[in-house]
């Protein structure tokens, strides 16, 4: 998950096949319960977040 200036929130994934990193926007009727355990996975796996970081 990331944050936009504007606060708006994106959801980050990375493509398995080719490795690609893209954000796209969340929508209004998107459920919060699973954006939070999405956001929140990192936290119960740092591996996440690395790899994350070392894609972009």
Same mark, same amino acid.
């Given at each position: 998950m990331s944050a936009r200036d /504007?606060?708006?929130w994106q959801l980050?994934?990375?493509c398995l096949a080719c490795g690609a990193v893209?954000? /796209?926007r969340i929508a209004g009727d998107d459920n919060a319960l699973a954006l939070m355990r999405i956001?929140?996975?990192p936290l119960a796996d740092p591996?996440?977040?690395q790899r994350a970081?070392?894609?972009l």
């Open positions: /504007n606060g708006e980050v994934h990375q893209k954000a /796209n956001a929140l996975r591996r996440i977040g970081l070392l894609a």
